[in-house]
Structure formats: structure tokens, C-alpha cells
């Protein structure tokens, strides 16, 4: 195994050999950028950090929807070896203000929509907060900073009398090993798990990628998913940069007319998304047309269904743009009538494999070799094993290890610790075997994790917590049915008295109608839950008295 490339230095020889190129654009806005625009705002950026006094390695947060500024100080803090601390932009503003605390977070990158819903005051740590949209200063700690501030373009000028010469660019290329971001897999504030990526993490998740599936300036992609979740962030962008495409940027939770608009204006030669996006788009377009007589008989006619398969793949291809060689699908698996029927007519779907803890990819194959039911092989770099007796018939918990495994998590390390076997493997908490070629076949997971319409990482457990405090709630199990949390609660008032349930039925239901304004005021707008559901009888639990969520759909 060589050295990994660093992924700065793939996006930096872009920059260097298509300044002119399209890089950026905000498909609702102003704000677009060739490559060398890219680099020189990058470079901006630079200036501002030293000016302000933010030192190597210091950390800076980064909280906004996604757009083309975001990347470009993503860019700039890694390019100038400080820490990005990325935070989901649907985070509640407690939960924003404790990551912010947690991380350690010197200055603060804050989108419009975030900052609106947040008081500068609540911020102990921050020497200065900028705008994602601008990149003004919207508060600053004392007046020496607003003054440093204020010289930005002089020190910028006296930097680079001469201009930038994005030929030149000084980026690093030799600290892999260093930390360049802490990710916050959720909300909580109990112990948050930041998650602790280094270069070399992210570098080897970008040159896997660029290995599999070169690409180049001329092709166009939408960044679907958010840019603080892994999956968007690495394949959705930092892969498309490598190679030189032109990314776009929605610049709000992706809706089906949204997407299709889209779609029609940029011709994407590639989707990376998560299963619930493309699942919509089959329901909408595809099972309807073929559940329709004459296509139907077509479908089940083995000679003539070929007819049908050729209209369904043009179809499609149409509804995204028609320019669509790879649609790259991560965070879950895909639901088995769609995955049947894309695959059936030869749609470029794969289905990946990865986690936060791995930057994100475990497993992956091309659309051509790929195999229903499955998610890809084990990603260059990478080692697995499963944790039991015979890996190919019998389950166990799949473990990882090798260059995308995380540092470990940032002032938690118990957490960490948990996370790793005695001789050093990543657990990742998942379930599976691996078939006699290679084939990771998950079967459940064994951490609860449910995934957001928009690939955020919702953790039942945590609702739960919630819920639990809440008036006249015992117990409680969040499931997902339909694409919807519903929270399932066994009452306080039934396990005292042991009442009968129908002579308490409307008290309580009151009481959780309540309860379910109260828990969605505190929960991120992603993991809402839509009922509450009542139980009459207690959940039933392990020896360890942990509930047996397995039995509650």
C-alpha cells in the first residue's frame, strides 16, 4: 500500500490546470465559482484566520445548508491545518450551542437560516462568528477583533501583492495523519460522539473513489445530501472536486419538484443519495405506469417485458436528466420491489456501504458487478472481518479496520473505547456475513440507528430519552413505519394502578397530544415524530432489562 494522496492535492491540481472551470455554483443564489475563484477565496480565508489569530489545529465550526461558500471554508480550514467542526444545519440552537461548546470552537462559519435562530450570547468560547453567505463578521468577541477584521483586505493585499497565482497554491500535502474535522453524529448533549477524521481518512475515501470512477471537468452533479454528513461531504464533494467536475449546490432539503428542476438544468452524470430520494421518484414515476394494463402483461410476458424495460430505462433516465451513468446509494438498504425493478432494467444503481466512524465507506462495487441484496465489497484500504465462527454462513457484527478507520472521538474516551475491539478492530455495530466473493450482506443492525429522509442519522435512543422524561410516560420505543417516527408509550398511570386502560383512554390520551407538541419543540426538524401511540402493556425486555426492540414495528 503507497502513500494515499492527500485530497487537497487533488482538488489543488485542478485548480492548476482548469482555473476557467466551472467549480460551484448555488442553483438558488448568486454565489458561483470557477476553479480559480475557488482557490482564491480559499486563500482569502487564510488571511482571515491568521489575522484573527486562530492557530494550527484550532477548531472552527461550520453550520449552514449547503452551498458554495460552505465548501469554500471547508476548503480553507483544512487548506490552513485548522479543524473543521461540521454541525447539522437542523440541529435544534441548544444542541448548537453545545456541539459549538464541546468542540472547542474558536470562530464560527454560520448560515442565515442557522444564525437566525441563535443569540450570540450563548456562545462562551467564540473570538468570532462570520456569515456563510458573505463571509461578514456578525459578532466578534471584543473590539480588537472587529478591528483586526476590518484590515481583512490589506492584510489579504500585503499577502499577495501580485494577486494570487493559483499555479502556486501552498497547500500541505504531508499531514496526513493530522485531525482535519470533527463530526457530530447527532445532537445529544449528554456525551456527544464527535467523530475525529483525519487527511489521511478522507484522502483514501477520495483516491478509492477516483480510482473506481475517474471523472472529469465537463461533468456536472448535484449535492443532494447534506455536506455535514460524511456521504455528502466525501462522494457527493470532495470526490467530484478531485476529478474536476462542477458541483451544485440545492441550498435546501431536497423536494421532489426541487429535484426534478434540477435534474432538467444540470444533466448530473452521477447521483449519490440515499434510498428514500430515488425510492420517490420510482413510486412516483415508474410502479404506477407499471401497474397498468397493457404494460403489466408486458412486464410479465418474458419475451415482449424486454419492450417495457427499454421505455422504463429511458423514462427514468429523462427524470434525471438524462446524463446518468452512476447513481451511488448509501445510509440504508434500498427497498426490494424498487432495487428489483431498477435493477431488471439495468439502471446504474449501487448500493454502498459505510459509516461517519469510516469517512465514510466500507463497502462498495460498480453497478455492473453488483448484486441485489448485497452492499459492495470491502474498500481499498480497508480489512474486514466478521465477528463469528464461520464468516459466510454465520452472523456477526462486521469490524473494520484500515486507513478510513476514524482517530476515535473527540473528549470521550470511553466512547471511544467502546468502539474497539482488544486487538485494535472498528466495531461498527452492524450485522452481517460475507459470501464466498466477497459480498457484504448486512442483516440488521445492532445499533437502532433509523436514517432521515435527507441522510441524517436519527438514533431512536435518543428520542426516547426525550420522551421518557415527558409527563405520564413509563417506557417508550420510536419506530419507523412508512418513512415516519412513531412513538410507541406505555403510560405511567396504567403501570401504578394497573388500571384497566379503557377507563383512562382519553386522560391519557390528552396527556401524550401534549406530550407530542413538547418532545417535537425540542427535536431536530429531521427526526420529528408524527404519533404517539399508546401501549397497555409494559415493553417486553432482555435479562438485562433493555427493551427487545426487535418485537416493535
Excluded at 86 to 105: C, G, M
Excluded at 289 to 314: A, D, E, G, M
Amino acid at each position: 500500500m503507497g502513500m494515499t494522496k492527500h485530497f487537497l492535492t487533488y482538488i489543488r491540481e485542478q485548480i492548476e490546470r482548469g482555473e476557467n472551470n466551472p467549480a460551484l455554483t448555488d442553483l438558488e443564489g448568486q454565489v458561483s465559482y470557477t476553479y480559480g475563484e475557488m482557490g482564491v477565496q480559499i486563500e482569502r480565508l487564510r488571511v482571515l484566520f491568521d489575522l484573527l489569530g486562530i492557530k494550527e489545529g484550532e477548531k472552527i465550526a461550520l453550520c449552514g445548508k449547503n452551498c458554495s461558500n460552505w465548501v469554500v471554508a471547508f476548503l480553507a480550514i483544512a487548506a490552513a491545518k485548522r479543524v473543521v467542526v461540521s454541525i447539522l444545519p437542523e440541529f435544534s440552537a441548544e444542541n448548537i450551542y453545545s456541539l459549538v461548546q464541546h468542540s472547542d470552537a474558536k470562530m464560527f462559519f454560520a448560515g442565515p437560516l442557522v444564525w437566525k435562530t441563535l443569540e450570540a450570547d450563548k456562545f462562551a468560547n467564540l473570538e468570532a462568528v462570520v456569515s456563510l453567505s458573505d463571509f461578514e463578521l456578525l459578532v466578534s468577541k471584543n473590539a480588537e477583533i472587529a478591528s483586526k477584521y476590518a484590515k481583512w483586505e490589506t492584510a489579504f493585499s500585503n499577502r499577495y501583492p501580485q494577486g494570487v497565482n493559483v499555479k502556486s497554491l501552498d497547500w500541505p500535502n504531508e499531514n496526513l495523519d493530522d485531525l482535519v474535522l470533527i463530526n457530530y453524529t447527532s445532537g445529544t448533549t449528554s456525551q456527544p460522539k464527535g467523530v475525529m477524521l483525519s487527511n489521511e481518512n478522507i484522502s483514501n475515501n477520495v483516491e478509492y473513489g477516483q480510482i473506481r470512477i475517474p471523472n472529469h471537468p465537463g461533468q456536472a452533479s448535484i449535492v443532494v445530501l447534506p455536506l455535514a454528513h460524511m456521504f455528502g461531504l466525501v462522494l457527493g464533494l470532495l470526490y467530484q472536486l478531485a476529478g474536476g467536475t462542477h458541483c451544485y449546490f440545492l441550498g435546501r432539503n431536497p423536494s421532489p419538484s426541487s429535484l426534478k428542476k434540477a435534474f432538467e438544468q444540470v444533466h448530473p452524470y452521477m447521483l449519490v443519495t440515499v434510498p428514500l430520494i430515488l425510492e420517490k421518484v420510482v413510486r412516483k414515476n415508474v410502479i404506477p405506469v407499471l401497474n397498468k394494463q397493457p404494460i403489466k402483461f408486458l412486464w410479465h410476458t418474458p419475451i415482449l417485458r424486454k419492450i417495457v424495460q427499454k421505455k422504463i430505462y429511458k423514462e427514468l433516465q429523462k427524470a434525471f436528466g438524462g446524463q446518468l451513468g452512476y447513481v451511488e446509494i448509501g445510509g440504508a438498504a434500498l427497498s426490494e420491489d424498487v432495487e428489483k425493478i431498477l435493477v431488471s432494467i439495468g439502471f446504474p444503481i449501487t448500493v454502498g456501504y459505510g459509516m461517519t466512524e469510516t469517512a465514510p465507506l466500507i463497502g462498495y462495487e460498480d453497478w455492473q458487478q453488483f448484486r441485489p441484496h448485497t452492499c459492495g465489497r470491502i474498500a481499498g484500504g480497508m480489512e474486514l472481518r466478521i465477528d463469528s465462527r464461520n464468516q459466510h454462513k454465520e452472523v456477526g457484527e462486521v469490524q473494520v479496520k484500515g486507513k478510513n478507520v476514524m482517530l476515535g472521538y473527540y473528549k470521550n474516551e470511553e466512547a471511544t473505547k467502546a468502539a474497539f475491539t482488544e486487538d485494535g478492530w472498528l466495531k461498527t455495530g452492524d450485522l452481517g456475513v460475507i459470501d464466498k466473493d466477497g459480498y457484504i450482506h448486512l442483516r440488521g443492525r445492532s445499533k437502532n440507528m433509523i436514517l432521515g429522509a435527507s441522510g441524517q442519522n436519527i438514533y431512536p435512543e435518543e428520542i426516547e430519552d426525550k420522551l421518557n422524561s415527558l409527563d405520564g410516560v413509563a417506557e417508550s420505543v420510536v419506530v419507523e413505519r412508512d418513512g415516519k417516527l412513531v412513538g410507541l408509550v406505555y403510560p405511567e398511570s396504567l403501570q401504578a394502578l394497573g388500571a384497566k386502560y379503557d377507563e383512562l383512554k382519553d386522560k391519557i390520551a390528552e396527556q401524550m397530544k401534549a406530550n407530542l407538541e413538547k418532545l417535537n419543540q425540542i427535536l431536530p426538524k429531521f427526526s420529528k415524530v408524527s404519533k404517539i401511540e399508546v401501549v397497555d402493556k409494559e415493553f417486553e425486555k432482555t435479562p438485562k432489562r433493555s427493551i427487545k426492540r426487535f418485537l416493535y414495528k
